[in-house]
DNA sequence: CCGTATCCCGGCGGATACTG
DNA sequence: CAGTATCCGCCGGGATACGG
């Protein structure tokens, strides 16, 4: 039910929450933080693959959603200090719990896209 | 993966998407979805009770929302018209897919706001 | 009891240009 | 290659009042 707790959590916007599903919602309710998670739940990335990987997201909204999922703790940024530079994009043990949450998502969205045909 | 297909789906705001990830997390993206989605899978509720249950929510929202949920098919509307007028809302067949994994994001969400205990 | 109708504001996100 | 910096438009959502 609503479950909600005598506490708040927290999370990089610093809106405070309640409710835990409210709270998941929030954390991956950037408007390209569910294909982000998607795509780096199969795999490590780099920016530019991602901003490949994304047709029509914007570098400024790649990073500050990446930033945002990083404070979060579900992303996790490896700088390689080579030139160029190499920054590797991939889940934390706390975001590959996500993994199967967001392969049930997907699934559902695909029958919930198909339902009428 | 990105999993694009070729054709789009479209939902109640009538913005196009073609990943499934992307629709179901803006399907259930509003700011109150999320608990809406959660106690309606648990039980059918009335109206002013389903706003006893989400504090803070505005008239407004709560029907704009739910107006929402019922154009994408998640939620039904039953009216039934006695004085006063009582007005039952609960998950559709496509909505109560949707249970479980509102229940594993319950789930995740606890985790995550006592990771630091 | 169950909603609409208005008004209004903050901030998310787009476009574009620049940098280590 | 992988980002900042700046500017700005839009609309999601809050507050409030009214209606069947």
Redesign the interface.
Known sequence: ?????N?F?ACSTEVKMA???????????GKW???I???LS??SVRFNELKR???GITQRMLTLQLRELEAD?IVKRKVENTVPKKVEYSLTE?GK??S???A??????????N?NE
Chains 1, 2 share one sequence.
Do not use: A, F
């Not at 039910?1 to 707790?5: A, F, H, I, Q, V």
């Not at 409710?19 to 309710?29: F, S």
């Open positions: 039910m609503g479950n909600r707790l506490g959590g409710c835990p599903v409210e709270m998941t919602l929030h954390i991956n309710g933080k569910g294909i998670l998607d795509i199969h795999q990987l994304i047709p703790g706390h719990k996500l199967p949450i967001i049930s998502i997907r699934i559902w969205g695909n029958e919930y896209m339902k």
